[in-house]
């Protein structure tokens, strides 16, 4: 679990704990209470009437699991946005490691099960085994110079070691791509400043699954014990701010939202405001998707970071990358250009559960050596998982 998960520490122990208003619910799945004032600034979420809405921009569901109908709530055992004090994910960290290379299957399909008949009966290290196995790893998306780099690495110590045994082989590809995968972790724990809120703001091309994206890592922050402040600045879209507000309503979480259209410096530069008025832990902004090569876009999107610094002076304090694990190479030019027009500093690779191309992982790691913070391996909230190269790589390679 990162660091800025972590529960706040009561400064006396008998002290009753205090309630900010117009902050969480004390249950995550309670009704969202009633938020005095401001109500020039604040769009309060209502009561669903009808389904969730079809999101053009989202290809992930906008809700984890089907449930249109609130009394769906307490009917459904299952239901994965059910209020727990103990969330599952803590409660049992062996199944939740099973899920975890379960929805991996389709990548150990194209990866690890490959790399496994490949040695299979061959009982010397050759250059032969050397062209299968690059084959197989430029197919699992680890990109040609992740690849190369990685053979090299592996021609090197079987030589130096001298080793002939093909399973040793794919112990160095095993460690080797920990390493990868690993990059930038010096700085991958996140720690909330002192005394004002933490900013997120969550960037990403369409339908990457951004407002999805935001409404897990809210639940992940409310189940930490953090207040919580969701800010609408994705004003192209109408249904970006419905579905951001049906998450608020879920997880009693106030959002900040203007009319269809609004100029979304404007809406930031408003929830700045009720952020620090309301002494709000975490803010997290949803942006519109846009193309990373429209430059007009990508402009906008440095204005609205201005308008952060301007009200907070070290906002955004985090700028979250959400990248679709199925578009492959296409990802590191989304970063590149990203990152060169507001400078990215953590990743969240989604949809995993649906690529035979898990390799990404480490491609991005080694070509971008920014922190991934997130990956996401199905619907449920606790699917969005917080990155562990260690326990990412055993999943991968884990038997079945």
């Not at 994965?80 to 199944?95: G, I, L, M, R």
């Not at 010096?186 to 997120?200: K, N, Q, T």
């Not at 997290?284 to 201005?306: F, Y």
């Amino acid at each position: 679990m990162l660091g800025w998960f972590r529960k706040k520490k009561q400064t006396q122990e008998e002290s009753e704990p205090v309630v900010k208003p117009d902050t969480a619910a004390e249950e995550p799945d309670a009704a969202p209470p009633s938020v005095p004032g401001d109500d020039a600034v604040a769009a309060q979420p209502e009561p669903p009437q009808s389904p969730i809405p079809d999101h053009s921009d989202e290809t992930e569901p906008p809700v984890p699991e089907p449930d249109s109908e609130p009394a769906a709530v307490e009917a459904d055992p299952d239901r994965d946005a059910k209020a727990e004090p103990e969330p599952a994910v803590q409660d049992k960290p062996a199944s939740m490691f099973a899920r975890l290379s379960e929805r991996l299957s389709r990548t150990k399909e194209s990866f690890t099960q490959r790399m496994d008949e490949l040695f299979l009966g061959k009982k010397e290290i050759n250059a032969e085994l050397f062209d299968e196995l690059e084959e197989i790893l430029v197919t699992a998306d680890l990109g040609i110079a992740t690849t190369q780099e990685l053979l090299e690495f592996a021609r090197k110590k079987v030589a130096r070691d001298n080793l002939s045994d093909p399973q040793s082989l794919k112990q160095i590809i095993k460690d080797q791509l920990k390493v990868f995968m690993s990059a930038g972790v010096e700085s991958a724990e996140m720690r909330l400043p002192e005394g004002e809120p933490f900013v997120i703001m969550v960037v990403g091309v369409n339908g990457v699954g951004k407002t999805t994206t935001i409404g897990k890592i809210a639940r992940k922050f409310l189940r930490a014990e953090r207040s919580v402040l969701l800010v609408a600045a994705d004003t192209f879209r109408a249904a970006a701010t419905s579905q951001l507000k049906i998450w608020g309503e879920r997880n009693g979480i106030r959002v900040i939202a203007q009319h269809e259209g609004a100029d979304p410096s404007s809406v930031v530069y408003d929830a700045m405001t009720v952020a620090k008025a309301n002494d709000y832990d975490v803010v997290l902004v949803d942006t519109a998707g846009r193309l990373h090569t429209k430059v007009n876009l990508m402009e906008e999107l440095k204005k609205i970071k201005r308008v952060m610094n301007k009200q907070l002076a070290d906002a955004p304090h985090e700028v979250l990358l959400v990248i679709d694990a199925t578009t492959g190479q296409n990802g590191i030019s989304q970063a590149l250009l990203f990152d060169e027009a507001v400078g990215v500093s953590g990743i969240a690779l989604t949809k995993l559960d649906g690529t035979a191309k898990g390799g990404i992982v480490a491609n991005i790691a080694r070509e971008l050596q920014t922190p991934i913070r997130f990956i996401g391996v199905g619907e449920k909230v606790e699917d969005l998982r917080d990155f562990d190269a260690d326990e990412f790589i055993e999943a991968l390679f884990a038997s079945e």
